[in-house]
């Protein structure tokens, strides 16, 4: 019988964001980064296509992008406050490390359709959550505004069958969070039975 990974289990009853303003150094290493790249890779992939890629940040990288991130947001916010300016200076920044996920599906797939190969890309996300968990750190993923922005995609050499899947951020939290409010297990679960009314 198959040895039951108790700490998996427990990692994945108990994982929590944190906030990527709360994610401070220590950041992954240069081989945990290779760590967490090779746990991302391997997710499930109908076709062995690999619709995904990975983009990561670190060091000064984070502060020339979030520069270049600066200039998009002022163009598309001419008026926005100094503080809203502020905040979307220094974005990635935030955190140690942060790795992007573009979904790069294959539209001309004679069977695999595009939204199996972009549930592919959101499992990299997950696993690249749990392995930096796994590691010892916390992460968060997000979207924000930068994932679904024309001039963010060209600054990222993005193809037009690509799509910022998210930016999965990590670091070290100065505090381990709290659990939060979920929808509850048993609303949306059923155990399928033939015999039953389900209405
Ligand atoms: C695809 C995706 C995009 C997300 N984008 C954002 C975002 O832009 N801003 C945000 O505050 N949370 C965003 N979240 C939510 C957080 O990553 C996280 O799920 C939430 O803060 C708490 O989740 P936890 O159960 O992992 O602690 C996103 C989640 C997903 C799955």
């Given at each position: 019988m198959t040895k039951v990974n108790q700490s998996t289990l427990q990692l994945l009853h108990t994982r929590r964001s944190v906030k990527a303003a709360d994610l401070n150094a220590p950041g992954p290493n240069s081989a945990q980064i290779e760590q967490l790249l090779a746990a991302a890779h391997r997710v499930?992939?109908?076709g062995k296509i690999g619709p995904w890629r990975f983009i990561v940040f670190t060091g000064e990288a984070r502060t020339q992008f979030?520069?270049?991130?600066?200039?998009?947001?002022?163009?598309?916010?001419?008026?926005?406050?100094?503080?809203?300016i502020a905040h979307n200076s220094r974005l990635l920044s935030r955190a140690p490390c942060v790795i992007a996920v573009i979904a790069s599906p294959n539209l001309e797939h004679p069977k695999v359709p595009q939204w199996e190969q972009t549930l592919s890309a959101g499992a990299a996300c997950?696993?690249?959550?749990?392995?930096?968990?796994?590691?010892?750190?916390?992460?968060?993923?997000?979207?924000?505004w930068y994932s679904y922005d024309k001039a963010v995609d060209t600054l990222l050499n993005m193809l037009p069958n690509e799509q910022i899947a998210g930016f999965i951020y990590i670091g070290t939290?100065?505090?381990?969070?709290?659990?939060?409010?979920?929808?509850?297990?048993?609303?949306?679960?059923?155990?399928?039975?033939?015999?039953?009314?389900l209405a």
């Open positions: 499930p992939d109908h979030d520069n270049k991130l600066k200039n998009i947001y002022q163009q598309n916010n001419p008026d926005a406050s100094e503080t809203l997950q696993n690249l959550l749990i392995a930096a968990h796994a590691l010892g750190f916390s992460a968060q993923w997000l979207s924000e939290p100065s505090q381990a969070p709290q659990e939060r409010a979920r929808p509850a297990l048993d609303e949306r679960v059923i155990y399928w039975n033939n015999n039953e009314d």
